[in-house]
């Protein structure tokens, strides 16, 4: 029964269908609506999965090549390679904490101000597996590591959504929808930086392409032409060996250009997917909304976003890949391990940047914004992998920002104060969501009088 629970949970389109499901229930939609709605939602996900590991798969592929080409050494940050080792020695407090935390999660959303539901579920998993590690680390075992783990779990799943959401909004115009993706602290400095730098009224979207080229014009194209280019490149560039036994014989030039159309096939099954998923899982969220969570915003991975500016995805994963570059060749002159810039945290936290900055900086700042992003984004984890090592974990890190951020706030705050510092992290973190609750009932009632 166990095994079946931890599964269940462990199926990200399960939850968001169920989150569906719960919704349209509540509306006391017909059974036809709620089964149509249920099953779209989900195939909408499995869409979006489908085509999310599609990228990544092509992504892998180019990563070796990139490393050989540029001749790079050093740590990769991968959030699957730390989890991988996480499990073994945590797998069961993992899944408690990232079940306990989604109810915790729900129960702040309830009776706070800040209304979002995080639906992203292997970032859950990866939080709770992050979260488990330290936290035992520190001292904390059974039912007190499940039970702090969940509350702080719980508290990052509002956090995160909660301070991108002005960004956000920015891109879609509603509250309808918020980022379910530990990305948040690289996502807000790109847009900022994008604000301070940028001119909106020059969008990304609006870049002028000569009529013998209007081609480009549609992003499906001008995405296929652009990784074409980069696979080839990188490719040829990469050692002999290494590019043969990525292409498993087939002629290099060959290969390089299906893998940049299977990854352009993925990019536009992404925007498939997410246009079904939210279909249907925006108007289920209404009755989440009027019966469970007044006024709940879903928060879902950062895809989502992609829709609205395609042409910002590709410059936005592009300019971090030159800041995450950037990262590597820095770290090692400031004492710091050597990071290899991580080709998949790149492109999807990059191309999710870069629509937030091009709402924010149009093209000048999303180009800026998204280069001081990658050279965050592969920076921070550095600071994190010294904290893991002594947690047994070598040659492993984060790849996104909030999890490094997370892991280096919750370690240093354990290290110098132990358990009571943990403790009165999460009595803090209780007064803030207090004060702002406060804070906005008394601006609504104020308008209400007025």
């Not at 790149?346 to 280069?371: D, S």
């Not at 921070?380 to 999890?403: E, V």
């Amino acid at each position: 029964m166990m095994n079946f629970f931890l599964s269940f949970i462990d199926q990200p389109a399960i939850v968001v269908g169920i989150m569906a499901l719960i919704g349209l229930i509540a509306l006391k939609k017909p059974l036809s609506k709620i089964v149509t709605g249920t099953f779209k939602t989900i195939i909408g996900f499995v869409i979006f999965q489908l085509a999310s590991g599609a990228i990544s798969d092509s992504l892998n592929v180019l990563g070796p090549a990139f490393e050989s080409a540029f001749h790079l050494q050093g740590v990769v940050p991968t959030n699957e390679a730390v989890i991988a080792l996480v499990q073994k020695n945590f797998g069961t407090q993992m899944a408690l904490i990232m079940a306990l935390g989604f109810i915790v999660n729900i129960l702040i959303a309830r009776f706070t101000s800040l209304k979002y539901v995080f639906l992203t579920g292997h970032h859950m998993l990866f939080m709770a597996g992050l979260l488990a590690a330290i936290l035992s680390v520190l001292g904390f075992n059974g039912t007190e590591l499940i039970v702090v783990g969940s509350l702080l779990l719980g508290a990052t799943m509002v956090i995160t959504p909660a301070v991108v959401q002005p960004f956000y909004r920015k891109v879609t115009g509603s509250d309808t929808v918020a980022m379910g993706h530990f990305n948040g602290l690289t996502y807000v400095i790109a847009a900022s930086v994008s604000k301070l730098v940028g001119n909106k009224e020059h969008s990304t979207e609006d870049i002028n392409v000569p009529e013998g080229l209007s081609f480009f014009k549609d992003n499906v194209i001008s995405t296929a032409v652009v990784m074409i280019l980069i696979f080839v490149i990188t490719l040829h560039l990469a050692s002999s060996a290494v590019a043969l036994k990525l292409s498993g014989g087939t002629d290099v030039t060959v290969f390089a250009i299906m893998s940049a159309f299977r990854f352009t096939a993925g990019f536009v099954m992404v925007l498939q997917g997410v246009r079904m998923m939210l279909a249907e899982i925006v108007p289920a969220f209404k009755g989440i909304s009027e019966k469970i969570v007044p006024n709940a915003v879903p928060a879902l991975d950062c895809p989502v976003i992609f829709p609205f500016a395609p042409n910002a995805v590709i410059i936005g994963f592009l300019a971090s890949l030159v800041g995450a570059v950037v990262s590597f060749i820095i770290l090692p002159f400031v004492g710091l391990p050597v990071l290899i810039p991580g080709l998949i945290p790149a492109f999807f936290v990059g191309a999710a940047a870069g629509v937030l900055a091009n709402a924010q900086g149009g093209l000048r700042g999303t180009i800026i914004g998204c280069f001081v992003n990658g050279l965050i984004l592969n920076t921070i984890p550095a600071f994190l992998l010294p904290l893991l090592a002594s947690l047994g974990y070598a040659n492993s890190t984060f790849g996104d920002a909030d999890f490094a951020f997370t892991g280096i706030v919750v370690g240093n705050i354990g290290k110098a104060f132990s358990k009571g510092g943990i403790y009165a992290l999460i009595v803090i973190i209780a007064i803030v969501f207090a004060a702002l609750t406060i804070k906005s009932k008394s601006k609504n009632s104020k308008q209400v009088s007025e």
